[in-house]
């Protein structure tokens, strides 16, 4: 098994036809098949069902198609570093952002990779918390911005920031005043939470309220804007960051009231795979973010505490 099988593979995968998939790696289609089927010799397995309108992934495709993605970017990568050596910063990086996270530094991020680093090509993705950390597992962003990640072999998480969480809501449902609320009164009120899927703990830091909110909950969101819909239309309240809801509080469509008894925090980290060698362009993005992360926190654009 070499490079080559591995991208010749990767194409037929994709294009789920051997003449489409010829076409895109420019080779003719009676050598894409004969790579196929070498492969398949290799692994002593069939790595595609072949039906009459194409080729259609067996299990045993299927995770040779993320093995195969993993090491042809890490081929590519320490392919760029041995050329680059401590020169410029360039080729591609994909960063992964929970919503927050794009939402105070995004644009700053993209700004400042155009202005300063041209030959960097970034690619952005912003999801809820528990699907970026999907993203980053399966290796499809190199870095990730995730609140309270699983303690995982493989991760290697460092803590940036902490940030206090408040329940948020109408006045009609939480009270037309600023002050806190008890966890206990909280619990009663008709919450709607986010669903953060791998990253369970992404709401808060302890587990113990967080169960008990969960279980209260009346509804989960796996959307932003439709949490910002349905708080603007008093079909509950939530748990959220003054950052999260920072528009609609603004204009005073929401109030949020400090969570007490116990206070809730969750705290947010950047995270890598332990398995991919960090690159120069990562070194270089991992500093950005911390720097970004830090301005904002410090002009109180961003209501939080430092932690780097």
């Known amino acids: 098994m070499d490079s080559r099988q591995l991208r010749y593979f990767i194409a037929v995968y994709e294009q789920r036809n051997l003449s489409r998939a010829a076409d895109q790696v420019n080779v003719a289609q009676s050598a894409l098949s004969h790579h196929i089927a070498n492969l398949e010799a290799e692994f002593a397995t069939p790595l595609f069902e072949r039906k009459p309108r194409g080729m259609e992934p067996t299990a045993a495709g299927e ?7 993993i090491i042809l970017r890490a081929m590519a990568a320490a392919e760029r570093e041995i050329k680059e050596g401590g020169g ?21 991020l993209m700004r400042t990779v155009l202005t300063k680093y041209p030959n960097l090509k970034l690619s952005l993705t912003e999801s809820l918390s528990g699907a970026t950390l999907l993203h980053l ?3 499809e962003v190199d870095l990730a911005l995730v609140y309270n990640p699983p303690s995982e072999k493989d991760l290697i998480a ?5 940030e206090q969480m408040f329940c948020v809501g109408t006045e009609t449902l939480i009270g037309k005043t600023k002050a806190p609320i008890r966890l206990e ?11 953060q899927g791998l990253s369970a703990r992404a709401l808060l830091d302890d587990p113990v ?17 439709g949490m910002i819909g349905a708080l603007t239309a008093s079909l509950g309240c939530t748990i959220a960051t003054t950052h999260f809801v920072s528009e609609p509080l603004k204009a005073g469509k929401l109030v949020a009231r400090e969570v007490i008894d116990p206070q809730l925090t ?11 060698p960090m690159t120069y362009a990562m070194e270089e993005m991992c500093r950005l973010i911390r720097a970004l992360i830090a301005e904002q926190v410090g002009r109180g654009a961003w209501e939080a505490t430092l932690l780097i």
Do not use: F, Q, W
């Open 63 to 69: 995770r040779l198609y993320e093995h195969a993605r």
């Open 88 to 108: 410029a910063i360039a080729g591609d990086i994909s960063i992964g952002m929970a919503n927050s996270g794009m939402k105070a530094i995004g644009v700053p």
């Open 137 to 139: 597992m399966s290796s």
């Open 158 to 162: 460092e803590p940036v920031l902490e």
């Open 185 to 195: 009164e909280v619990a009663r009120l008709p919450l709607i939470l986010l669903r």
């Open 209 to 225: 309220p967080l169960k008990r909110l969960e279980a209260n909950a009346i509804m989960h969101l796996n959307s932003t804007s």
């Open 266 to 276: 969750r705290t947010l980290y950047l995270c890598r795979l332990r398995n991919r």
